[in-house]
């Protein structure tokens, strides 16, 4: 490598994760922070294994407009989403939500959510009493902890599932009917085996304080939960939604980055998969294949991988063994979307809020439902409202349920269709029906998810130029995703500045030269 040339970073895996790295290595947000101007800017090649780019990220035409099949929003109160969107300029195409609450299926009748929840935490008793969704027995049990003395937790303990405790200060239905439905949800796992520290600090360390763990997660008492704030250009003068979508889509955001590191001068190899990486003196070396036999060797100064728990450990079994063995043994949870278009006349009673959730503890015909939510997508996304119909998105799976995993898609349809019919009565069938599929999608963060993370923090920060980023780590979320893609780059470029003193900054110039496929 002479004195003028730029060095090369490679960022396996062209999801949002890895997008953001790719983002940050460029230097296109114009660089935030002191410093940011003299930052190294290397030339950046983006390597994915599917044809396409953005990972969970993807939407399809359906009924006569663009829908999301993973995630149809992010979380307002975290920036690293709306930061990224407002660097991209599309700050004003966000859109929130066009409806608020959420119902439950409790007792076989959907209750709307009581106010006050925090991530399922009853924080207002009479709003609970009256929602319906704890039996007498079960709102009683969990108002002892307001007039019962408790207890610090011990310090000493660094982490504790979630359902452990939340049963032990508030009674086992709150976690079964409120706790597990949402924060289960959100990582399609169960709260029985979710690491507090991992999914939600709060409660750990209110349960680490005396007295009512209510009251110590009580929003109104403290600053727990810190309310949304509204990002540049999108209308300072009211408040952000919890959720923000954009016009075209949550999903249209990769096309904007990809358009945006296309300018920037980064390139990108699609169908194209990562078999070995082999460190050498000055950086990496990455073996790709398919390739022709004079480009399946690719050097690189730096590397980021943002592929999923098992692709990365058997990439880094060499080199670095411990992370790769906990990698490994991370649990995947799959899941599948049922998204349906049904007449609007065939709703039989007004639909309430944006959908609902379904506890694992319910049953019909004496079996757990298969559908574990259900979104009514043109009620929260008034982009997507047409006359005529009404769009619906069904969730099935969880850790522990693969039941949908044995039907194909005309059974999996048919089967949550019908359970669709037993909560809501509905007149016809439906119009329009897609099933999509996401298997190994969420890694479980299970009790000791962090510390084990901390390990691999310490056995990478051996191996300068490598870093890792993505869903696995420290959020399932696209803010968090985002957050450490961003944090991958970061670091791969102060090793870079370290290894390569002397390289040139950033350069807009230089980019411009860089080949596009």
């Known amino acids: 490598m002479t004195p003028a040339t730029r060095p090369l970073v490679a960022v396996v895996g062209g999801g949002i994760a890895g997008l953001a790295a790719a983002w940050e290595l460029v230097g296109a947000s114009g660089g935030a922070g002191e410093g940011a101007g003299d930052r190294l800017t290397p030339d950046v090649v983006v390597i994915e294994a599917e044809g396409r780019l953005g990972g969970k990220l993807q939407s399809m035409p359906f009924a006569g407009r663009t829908v999301d099949l993973g995630a149809d929003a992010f979380l307002a109160r975290r920036p690293e989403a709306t930061r990224l969107v407002d660097e991209l300029g599309a700050s004003d195409d966000l859109v929130g939500v066009g409806t608020s609450g959420t119902s439950l299926l409790a007792g076989g009748a959907l209750r709307p959510l009581p106010d006050g929840l925090v991530l399922g935490i009853p924080t207002r008793w009479w709003a609970l009493a009256r929602s319906g969704v704890l039996s007498r027995r079960e709102w009683l049990r969990m108002g002892y902890d307001l007039v019962a003395p408790r207890a610090a937790g011990p310090r000493t303990t660094t982490d504790r599932a979630v359902g452990d405790l939340v049963a032990g200060r508030l009674g086992r239905g709150v976690v079964d009917r409120l706790v597990d439905p949402l924060v289960g949800g959100i990582h399609a796992g169960g709260v029985d085996t979710l690491s507090a520290a991992a999914t939600f600090p709060a409660l750990l360390e209110a349960w680490h304080q005396p007295g009512s763990l209510v009251r110590r997660l009580d929003p109104r008492r403290t600053a727990a939960v810190s309310p949304p704030s509204p990002p540049a250009g999108a209308g300072s003068d009211r408040p952000a939604p919890v959720f923000w979508s954009l016009a075209g889509g949550t999903a249209s955001l990769v096309g904007r980055l990809e358009q945006g590191l296309r300018a920037a001068g980064a390139t990108f190899r699609l169908g194209t998969r990562v078999r070995a990486l082999s460190r050498t003196a000055s950086g990496w070396t990455i073996e790709l294949d398919p390739a022709e036999d004079d480009e399946r060797y690719l050097p690189a100064d730096g590397v980021v991988l943002a592929t999923p728990a098992r692709t990365t450990a058997a990439l880094l079994g060499r ?25 609007s006349s065939a709703w039989l009673a007004p639909r309430t809020g944006t959908g609902f959730l379904v506890p694992r503890r319910e049953a019909i015909r004496g079996r757990p439902y298969l559908v574990t939510g259900c979104t009514y997508l043109s009620d929260k996304w008034p982009l997507l409202a047409r006359d005529g119909d009404v769009l619906v998105r069904l969730s099935v799976g969880r850790l522990g349920d693969r039941r949908h995993e044995e039907l194909d898609d005309d059974e999996l349809t048919t089967a949550v269709l019908a359970e669709l019919g037993t909560i809501v009565p509905l007149s016809s069938g439906a119009i329009a029906t897609s099933v999509t599929r996401w298997a190994g999608a969420f890694p479980q963060y299970a009790v000791g998810h962090l510390e084990r993370m901390a390990t691999i923090d310490g056995e990478i920060a051996d191996l ?20 450490t893609g961003r944090e991958a780059a970061a670091a791969v470029r102060r090793d870079l500045a370290r290894s390569h003193p002397g390289l040139p900054r950033s350069d807009r110039s230089r980019q411009s030269e860089v080949g596009r496929p």
């Open 464 to 483: 300068p130029g490598l870093a890792l980023a993505g869903a696995t780590y420290r959020g399932v979320g696209i803010p968090a995703c985002i957050g």
């Open 319 to 343: 080199h670095a063994p411990r992370s790769a063995r906990i990698l490994a043994a991370v649990e995947h949870a799959s899941v599948a979307v049922v998204t349906v278009s049904l007449p």
